[in-house]
């Protein structure tokens, strides 16, 4: 179910005076996009300011490309066209009527009441994991869910430590303002994220806000408020005084042990693995490179990225243009292909059942025909994953207020070396989990290096004002409204700009839908 916060259905018919005028249906179709600024959920890879939207979305709000072309014309978004030969979705940009209706729905102080695409008002309920998943590509198949333990399905916020980052962050925008500098782009999504969580506090009286889960093809489960999404230092706020618990190198431990098993050897890997912080900090060294930096084309080789210096590659999106050939030509990331080139081999052979099908550890199959090797690896070893966090939550349950990927936040503070006992007796595999008591970061650092990030790359590479009316004023509180910073307005665009079309996603496969050059602009 998609739904969309009332309140910003009337900002947007404020701050547009077409928007009245569409169907219900459309105008749902515009709040929901707009929304997406706020959630991060479909942040653009390769620009963090925009947002994608996927073949089945796009079908789901709008049933035909055309359609949205049609009614959105120039009044809502700007549209930059991708590219079919590096996969490359279309992006698209607030206009400033729309950031400025955006900016005014996140102040909102009543209570959150939400509808749906027909109009009809929306209760949110926390079911935990739902039974049922739907099968992408297959419309309308839906198969029982392979988790049997929930985690918690109402969770409660810091809401105070939320408030005041949300202060500092106006604070640091108001000396930017005066200063007659910028303010970031990070600090400007920041707190848009910030003021959705609030916003999603609202949506019950006891301020809990309730988390639903669905299992996707590999077993890995999606929160469907987009909360496991949110930069990590938004998340360390959020959730200030728990405890996140995180699997150390997580795919790198798992291939080790799966081909250790056997009895292969990763001579590689398993360096990389006991030496971890000197592998990293030789890296950064050697390429004059951030360690997170250093840690993010890791995790991508791990995830079957390829060493080439093609600039539209994961590592060339990680690093700036003249260290990826640097990283690509190591002799340490040379041999830690090698290993993962070995490892895949291994695992995917030894993870087909008698008719050849992959199966992973959850019993859920490879859907796709073919598919590349990097696609099957990451079905099996994210089975194993899940298995690992269902295994937890079989054993803490509600305690865990977030189920992440390779880790999970948990209400209490527990045992290392009893959690890592208890998923060795239930999986059969050893991981070492780090712990770490959430506490928000020092506001000033965070903003130099996501700046740092975002200015020399041009990415955001964890693989994301004012009221005008009368009508407006009665929808806000005096004490939030000053000092509000003025939202970031695009460049405009040159002539004959691209036009939408039904792109389905980031790593789209061949054959996509082409991208058209319209004879109009936008």
């Not at 073919?370 to 269902?390: M, N």
Request: charged letters at 25%.
């Amino acid at each position: 179910m998609i739904w969309v916060p009332k309140h910003l259905i009337e900002s947007i018919r404020i701050h547009e005076p077409s928007y009245s005028g569409l169907q219900f249906r459309d105008q749902f179709a515009i709040a929901w996009m707009v929304l997406q600024f706020a959630t991060g959920k479909y942040r653009h890879k390769s620009d963090p300011d925009s947002i994608y939207l996927s073949e089945r979305m796009i079908k789901e709000l709008w049933k035909y490309p055309k359609r949205m072309r049609e009614i959105i014309g120039s009044n809502y978004f700007w549209v930059l066209a991708g590219s079919n030969f590096i996969g490359k979705a279309n992006s698209w940009r607030l206009r400033a009527n729309m950031s400025l209706a955006l900016h005014q729905s996140l102040l909102y102080r009543g209570k959150t009441k939400l509808v749906d695409q027909n109009g009809k008002n929306v209760t949110l309920k926390g079911n935990g994991v739902l039974s049922k998943w739907r099968v992408s590509g297959e419309a309308g198949r839906v198969c029982n869910s392979k988790w049997s333990a929930h985690p918690s399905a109402l969770i409660q916020v810091n809401l105070e430590a939320l408030e005041a980052y949300i202060a500092s962050l106006m604070a640091l925008a108001n000396a930017e303002k005066k200063n007659q500098t910028e303010t970031s782009d990070w600090a400007h999504r920041q707190l848009r994220e910030s003021r959705y969580i609030l916003l999603l506090s609202r949506l019950r009286s006891d301020g809990l806000i309730p988390m639903s889960y669905e299992q996707c093809s590999t077993g890995r489960i999606f929160d469907s408020l987009h909360i496991q999404g949110l930069n990590r230092s938004l998340r360390k706020v959020v959730f200030t005084g728990m405890y996140d618990y995180d699997i150390a190198n997580c795919h790198f431990t798992l291939m080790h042990q799966i081909v250790g098993k056997q009895g292969i050897a990763l001579p590689h890997i398993k360096y990389y693995l006991q030496n971890k912080s000197l592998v990293r900090n030789l890296l950064a060294k050697d390429l004059g490179a951030s360690i997170d930096m250093v840690k993010d084309a890791l995790i991508a080789l791990a995830f079957g990225a390829k060493l080439s210096g093609y600039s539209e590659t994961a590592l060339c999106k990680i690093f700036q243009a003249d260290t990826a050939p640097l990283f690509i030509k190591h002799p340490l990331v040379k041999n830690l292909y090698k290993d993962i080139q070995i490892a895949s081999r291994v695992i995917i052979k030894g993870a087909k059942n008698p008719k050849g099908r992959i199966v992973n550890e959850l019993g859920l199959a490879y859907g796709k025909k073919g598919g590349s090797r990097s696609s099957q690896l990451a079905h099996i070893l994210q089975g194993v994953e899940a298995s690992i966090l269902h295994a937890v939550i079989r054993r803490l349950g509600d305690s865990v207020v977030l189920a992440m990927h390779d880790g999970w936040i948990c209400k209490e503070d527990r045992d290392v070396k009893e959690l890592e006992e208890w998923i060795w007796l239930d999986t059969g595999y050893a991981v070492q989990l780090q712990k770490e008591r959430l506490v928000a970061s020092d506001l000033q650092n965070e903003t130099r290096a996501n700046n740092s990030t975002h200015i020399n790359h041009g990415v955001d590479v964890n693989l994301e004002s004012i009221f005008t009316s009368s009508k407006a004023e009665e929808m806000r509180e005096d004490d939030t409204s000053e000092g509000q910073p003025e939202p970031i307005n695009p460049p405009a665009l040159s002539k004959g700009a691209f036009i939408i079309t039904g792109r389905p996603h980031w790593n789209c496969e061949k054959g996509v839908q082409g991208v058209k050059r319209s004879k109009r602009s936008w």
